[in-house]
Nanobody
Framework: VQLQASGGGLVRAGDSLRLSCAAS????????MGWFRQAPGKEREFVAS????????DYADSVKGRFTISRDNAKNTVYLQMNSLKPEDTAVYYC?????????????????WGQGTLVTVSS
């Protein structure tokens, strides 16, 4: 099982980034997917999630209206489009997978995790 996150980098406030998380080794279409982030000295927090069929998405209040999560089951990939980035979005972003997940906001219930990709937003 592998979740390979990519797309992070150093950007300026107001810029956009798109993160990708490529999955392999499990039946991707049967898993709800989530993005979480962890800033230095802080706990991992929920960012966004998408149900296994893609019919439901959820967002943290702090990113609602700026971030969009999507998935392509044919490519076994989940995306996080991040617009209007702010310095407080700086963190390592992790993707996770939860089988037939219905409550995707709780990181402790996920089965698989990627290695993370660093997003740094300068002011």
């Amino acid at each position: 099982v592998q979740l390979q996150a990519s797309g992070g980098g150093l950007v300026r406030a107001g810029d956009s980034l798109r993160l990708s998380c490529a999955a392999s080794g499990f039946t991707f279409s049967s898993y709800g997917m989530g993005w979480f982030r962890q800033a230095p000295g802080k706990e991992r927090e929920f960012v966004a999630s998408i149900s296994w069929r893609g019919g439901r998405t959820d967002y943290a209040d702090s990113v609602k209206g700026r971030f969009t999560i999507s998935r392509d089951n044919a490519k076994n990939t989940v995306y996080l489009q991040m617009n209007s980035l702010k310095p407080e979005d700086t963190a390592v972003y992790y993707c996770g997978a939860k089988v037939y997940g219905v409550n995707l906001l709780d990181a402790s219930t996920y089965q698989y995790w990627g290695q993370g990709t660093l997003v740094t937003v300068s002011s």
